[in-house]
């Protein structure tokens, strides 16, 4: 799968959840292999796309989404027309 869809993905699920998720929920829902998904995790955090609150990036991380996250999967929702009303 393309790693931008993947990401995508990612904001997606913590947008719904609204709270911190563990990282084996992350791994779920991707289908990465804990490495590969600690990369991902990290390039999300350097952007501010989400929290990270263990440094550990091992698979007991969790992670929430920020401001920054939710603006960003809005406008991906809206363009994908899946969920027009978030913005009400």
């Known amino acids: ?9 990612i ?11 563990k990282g084996r929920e992350l791994t779920a829902i ?9 990369y991902l995790v990290h390039f999300l955090e350097v952007k ?3 929290i990270v ?3 550990s990036y ?3 991380y969790y992670t929430k989404i920020t401001k920054k996250g939710i603006d960003i999967i809005k406008n991906i929702l809206v ?3 899946d ?6």
């Open 30 to 38: 991707s289908g990465l292999e804990k490495d590969d998904l600690r």
């Open 48 to 50: 501010g796309y989400l």
């Open 11 to 21: 904001l997606k699920y913590l947008f719904e959840k609204k709270d911190f998720v």
């Open 79 to 81: 363009k994908k027309e």
């Open 58 to 60: 091992g698979m007991s």
């Open 53 to 55: 609150k263990s440094s």
């Open 83 to 88: 969920v027009p009303h978030i913005l009400k």
């Open 1 to 9: 799968m393309d790693e931008v869809i993947i990401r995508q993905n």
